[in-house]
């Protein structure tokens, strides 16, 4: 079953096209590994999929056909199921790390938000509800998370800081989780651990579509990559088939000529 598929999806922006005339699918279950040199309309694909920016042209429909996401506000495309992370972080740092994900719930709690912070009689038995739920999304996550739950954000370690806001994207009950290069700036002992908490997220029932220059992380996670180049997608198929092709040892090869 396709939960995402773009068709003719095109973004302009001014006289620069950052993506073309895109095909991409996502069957459910599955971990999807989007890779490309920088530029190549990565994280371009994200903000359509999201409706942080209106496509030029093109489809993105979701839930098998069902759902035309192109038009719809963000607020909506989250309702609809579909959540990410951001490459650079987005946390609410002077907030605590509870409070955090608590914010990633409100789209599925019936207070608002500020009665559920601001802890309002009627809301109260739902803050308790959120809270019990909240962590359990930073339990996935082991001890990392949870033993600091009520310190502010900006005490967290950088890695910690990207697995918050994992966990803040999950409390939206995503059926699609977009991950903007989640290893970047993590260690080798960090990297090993992300790579077994997605695993994790996509054995709770979560489809993964993830963009990483860490070509380890996409070899150990994905079941199928396709890879971009100046907004065209000019490969698909296993790590190792992508990985082969010409047309991207070309676009990564090129890139590195170039700058040198
Ligand atoms: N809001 C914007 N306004 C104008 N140009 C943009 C905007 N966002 C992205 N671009 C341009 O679109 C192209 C694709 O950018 P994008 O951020 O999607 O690349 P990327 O593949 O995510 O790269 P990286 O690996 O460096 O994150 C780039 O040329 C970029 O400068
Ligand atoms: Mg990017």
């Known amino acids: ?29 599955e971990i999807v590994g989007l890779i490309g040199p920088n530029g190549s309309g990565k994280t371009t694909l994200f903000n359509l999929i999201t409706g942080l920016h209106p496509a030029t042209a093109g489809r993105i429909r979701f839930d098998d056909g069902r759902r035309e996401l192109v038009g719809l506000a963000p607020h909506r495309i989250t309702a609809l199921g579909i959540a990410r992370t951001f490459q650079n972080q987005r946390l609410f740092n002077h907030m605590t790390v509870l409070e955090n994900v608590l914010v990633g719930l409100h789209c ?16 109260l038995e739902e803050r308790r509800r959120a809270e019990a739920r909240a962590g359990g999304l930073l339990s996935l996550f082991g001890d990392r998370l949870l033993p600091r739950a009520s310190r502010p954000a900006w005490t967290l370690s950088y890695a910690n800081r990207r697995r ?3 966990a803040r994207a999950l409390a939206a009950e995503p059926r699609l989780l977009l991950l903007d290069e989640p290893a ?24 993964i579509l993830v963009i990483e220059h860490d070509m380890g992380v996409v070899r150990g996670i994905c079941d199928r990559v396709a890879a971009l180049d100046h907004g065209t997608k000019i490969a698909e198929g296993s790590f190792e088939e992508v990985r082969r092709s010409p047309a991207v040892l070309e676009a990564y090869l090129g890139r590195q000529a170039g700058r040198a």
């Open 184 to 207: 970047a700036g993590m260690n080798p002992t960090e990297t090993r651990e992300l790579m077994r908490d997605i695993k994790r997220i996509r054995e709770r029932g979560v489809t």
């Open 108 to 123: 599925r709690t019936r207070s608002g938000i500020a009665s559920i912070l601001l802890g309002t009689r009627r809301s």
């Open 1 to 29: 079953m396709a939960l995402l598929e773009t068709e003719g999806l095109t973004k302009d922006f001014g006289g620069l096209r950052a993506v073309q005339d895109l095909a991409l699918r996502v069957d459910e279950g």
């Open 164 to 166: 918050l806001e994992i």
